[in-house]
């Protein structure tokens, strides 16, 4: 890819559910900084794919080899609405990060689901994919996979602070990058706000209108992910496993968890900087007032609330600017921050009708 200017799909799914986020972008290779979102949307799941998604923990191997084909077609269609819905002439190729079913790398084990070959076969372009495989095998956490767009396109910010499913963090400590996930966040809300018919806790308002329960949030407190060093990251099988049963044996209500599991992402997320850091702050969670609110109680701290399309679509932009680097063959994943044993430029390209 010699050419300056580079017109980049972007897909991204986290682990909170809420759906496809797709960006359409242009990047200047002769400054990275000089990033333009030119088209982005949000595709909602279907109860069905929700399920699917959601239950693919328990799925046996043959039902998750079923489901990354499937989920690879289903993203080819998505992307090819996506084309035809702005009219989009110019592609150079789609980068797309899959959606996490399972993440355990301390057993060098990580699956993103969505095939990159049938998204290529439905669209008929280049696709780069898988990004997080390579880094497992090479020793490391496979996560986070976000701060080299930090690093590369935001780099006015002290931190970076993501608030999707999982907290993250992203900051430049003397010559080296590092990340790592704080807490779990809307992949906890998002539960208990469903519990009472809602999507998720719009604004905290429930949050805030709801019992504060000490004794949970210390047991929560204790978890000894908090005192690990990094690198280190989350998934659902911890979430599962630490955290929904200390909530489900202490509270009934759903109001009292919400209230009490944002206090304690706020908790979480203050220790993490010093007093006046100046933080990004993206993600669905940047929307959570309460929580913002929260966390600007408990320490004075510098939150930049940026524009809508950063909020909404960053990661889906990096996921981008990741393929970017790839197909350049430029480190896409750093050492410092997800323990492998080396910088290494990760993803697998595939190019229509190839076969696998």
Same mark, same amino acid.
Request: negative net charge.
């Given at each position: 890819m010699n050419k300056s200017e580079v017109f980049v799909i972007g897909l991204m799914s986290g682990t909170s559910l809420d759906g496809i986020d797709l960006v359409y972008v242009k990047f200047d290779k002769n400054n990275y900084q000089f990033f333009e979102i030119l088209e982005?949307?949000?595709?909602?799941?279907? /109860?069905?794919?929700?399920?699917?998604?959601?239950?693919?923990?328990?799925?046996?191997?043959?039902?998750?080899?079923?489901?990354?084909?499937?989920?690879?077609?289903?993203?080819?269609?998505?992307?090819?609405?996506?084309?035809?819905?702005?009219?989009?002439?110019?592609?150079?190729?789609?980068?797309?990060?899959?959606?996490?079913?399972?993440?355990?790398?301390?057993?060098?084990?990580? !699956?993103?689901? =969505?095939? =990159? !070959?049938?998204?290529?076969?439905?669209?008929?372009?280049?696709?780069?994919?898988?990004?997080?495989?390579?880094?497992?095998?090479?020793?490391?956490? =496979?996560a986070?996979?976000?701060?080299?767009?930090d690093e590369l396109l935001f780099s006015e910010y002290d931190y970076c602070l993501n608030l999707g499913g999982f907290a993250n963090v992203s900051f430049k400590k003397g010559s080296k990058r590092i990340a790592y996930d704080i807490c779990p966040v809307n992949i906890v809300l998002n539960k208990y706000a469903q519990k009472i018919g809602l999507e998720y806790d719009d604004r905290g308002k429930v949050a805030a209108k709801g019992n504060y329960i000490e004794e949970l949030d210390v047991q929560l407190q204790k978890l000894h992910f908090y005192k690990e060093q990094a690198p280190k990251s989350l998934g659902l099988e911890w979430v599962k496993e630490k955290v929904f049963p200390k909530i489900d044996d202490?509270?009934?209500?759903?109001?009292?968890?919400?209230?009490?599991?944002?206090?304690?992402?706020?908790?979480?997320?203050?220790?993490?900087?010093?007093?006046?850091?100046?933080?990004?702050?993206?993600?669905?969670?940047?929307?959570?007032? /309460?929580?913002?609110?929260?966390?600007?109680?408990?320490?004075?701290?510098?939150?930049?609330?940026?524009?809508?399309?950063?909020?909404?679509?960053?990661?889906?932009?990096?996921?981008?600017?990741? =393929?970017?680097?790839?197909?350049?063959n430029q480190v896409n994943c750093l050492c410092s921050v997800t323990g492998a044993e080396k910088n290494h430029s990760s993803g697998v390209v595939v190019n229509p009708s190839m076969v696998q």
């Open positions: 982005s949307k949000t595709v909602s799941y279907s /109860y069905k794919w929700k399920q699917d998604l959601q239950n693919s923990i328990n799925f046996s191997s043959e039902e998750l080899e079923d489901l990354d084909v499937n989920y690879g077609k289903y993203l080819g269609y998505v992307v090819n609405d996506f084309i035809d819905e702005f009219q989009i002439k110019n592609i150079d190729f789609i980068a797309s990060h899959g959606h996490t079913v399972l993440h355990q790398p301390e057993k060098g084990i990580t !699956l993103q689901v =969505g095939n =990159g !070959l049938e998204i290529a076969n439905i669209t008929k372009h280049k696709v780069v994919y898988d990004f997080r495989t390579q880094d497992v095998k090479l020793g490391g956490q =496979g986070p996979l976000v701060p080299i767009g202490n509270i009934n209500k759903p109001e009292e968890v919400l209230r009490t599991f944002t206090d304690h992402v706020a908790w979480a997320i203050a220790r993490e900087f010093p007093k006046e850091a100046k933080v990004l702050v993206t993600g669905g969670g940047a929307y959570n007032d /309460y929580l913002i609110q929260k966390i600007k109680s408990i320490k004075n701290i510098d939150l930049i609330i940026p524009s809508k399309k950063i909020i909404d679509f960053k990661e889906a932009l990096i996921f981008a600017f990741l =393929g970017v680097l790839k197909l350049d």
